[in-house]
């Protein structure tokens, strides 16, 4: 199958500090690839080198066939990479349809994926007009992935969507990140390896910087040694 992104070797300080030591990662077009790692492994960085946030220093990354590194954010973001920062970063007095129209890329953005985007996240259609900082955590949530799908996106990056969360609201995020991945590829990172498993065909372990394991979820699932020493979950 083709990969809509590979990242290679890529190296990205943070200051001083050399965050990213030699990360690689290969997103299959249609797929979910899930980054995981213990806190401070560098899964955060590894998702705004790619947006170009956090630029590498050394190191490439390719989205569909092209280079992308050394681009400003919005070049990348412009060439259809949707990103959903951790901690949602939603704008709290603007109304849930005011957040949507601001995510347009191109004017009528919104009014063509509202229906997909209400049949995902039905919650949202009937909070439309309600101040983001009046939803719950979960459909603040909802709504940070919803923004994410207005523009015509073809890649999302989505960091920790189920941190602090009830159960039977990550319940429904994976149901309908299960179902967005039929429109757009997905890189998430899950620091829930239930979620993880659940959501994920393919897999990156980060160490300390370094991209120390990958492969298909299924075979992670079964690989106990490997969960045990990088991810400490029995």
Do not use: C, W
């Amino acid at each position: 199958m083709s990969s809509i992104l590979e990242v290679r070797d890529i190296h990205t300080f943070i200051g001083q500090f050399h965050i990213l030591e030699g990360v690689s990662v290969s997103v299959t077009t249609g797929g979910i690839t899930v980054l995981l790692g213990r806190n401070g492994a560098g899964k955060t960085t590894t998702l705004r080198s790619i947006i170009g946030l956090t630029p590498p220093a050394r190191g490439s990354i390719h989205f569909d066939g092209k280079p992308i590194q050394g681009r400003q954010s919005h070049n990348i973001a412009q060439l259809g990479i949707g990103y959903v920062p951790e901690h949602r970063a939603i704008f709290r007095s603007l109304s849930v349809r005011e957040n949507l129209q601001l995510a347009e890329r191109r004017s009528g953005d919104f009014a063509r994926k509202a229906d997909f985007i209400f049949d995902l996240f039905p919650d949202l259609k009937r909070l439309i007009e309600l101040p983001g900082g009046n939803l719950s955590g979960g459909q603040q949530q909802m709504l940070a992935v919803a923004r994410a799908l207005v523009p015509e996106n073809r890649l999302l990056l989505i960091d920790e969507p189920s941190e602090g969360l009830a159960p039977v609201i990550i319940e429904q995020l994976i149901a309908a990140i299960q179902r967005l991945s039929s429109q757009v590829s997905v890189l998430l990172v899950e620091q829930n390896f239930r979620v993880a498993s659940k959501l994920a065909q393919s897999y990156v372990i980060i160490d300390e910087g370094h991209s120390v394991a990958a492969g298909a979820m299924a075979d992670l699932v079964q690989d106990k040694a490997l969960i045990q020493r990088y991810l400490g979950v029995a």
